[in-house]
Nanobody
Framework: QVQLVESGGGLVQAGGSLRLSCAAS????????MGWFRQAPGKEREFVAA????????DYTDSVKGRFTISRDNAKNTVYLQMNSLKPEDTAVYYC????????????????WGQGTQVTVSS
């Protein structure tokens, strides 16, 4: 079992920045690839970014490339999502997730999920 707890969400103006954190506990964190997903009201859960267990490989959805950066610190059992140049369309609940498989944009590939943190971007 892996327990995931997100933090760092909040209200920010368009153009601003936030850094989300996801703290993991339980099994060896470094063995898991990690992903960030988001879900806006009335919409399906959407892939945002993923990182391999080592941090060497990352992937992003097109809409956040160049603005968001995913990273991890295995010594701290934490994965981060640095979000810059935020837009109102980034407003959503953001979830982190863990998988023993390869990083994937498919949410069904992930075995463990956090409870989510709200990000609201005002125009």
């Amino acid at each position: 079992q892996v327990q995931l707890v997100e933090s760092g969400g909040g209200l920010v103006q368009a153009g601003g920045s936030l850094r989300l954190s996801c703290a993991a506990s339980g099994r060896t964190f470094s063995g898991y690839a990690m992903g960030w997903f988001r879900q806006a009201p009335g919409k399906e859960r959407e892939f945002v970014a993923a990182v391999s267990w080592s941090g060497a490989s990352t992937d992003y959805t097109d809409s956040v490339k160049g603005r968001f950066t995913i990273s991890r610190d295995n010594a701290k059992n934490t994965v981060y999502l640095q979000m810059n140049s935020l837009k109102p369309e980034d407003t959503a609940v953001y979830y982190c997730a863990a998988t023993l498989g390869n990083p994937s944009p498919r949410y069904r590939r992930y075995d463990y999920w956090g409870q989510g943190t709200q990000v609201t971007v005002s125009s």
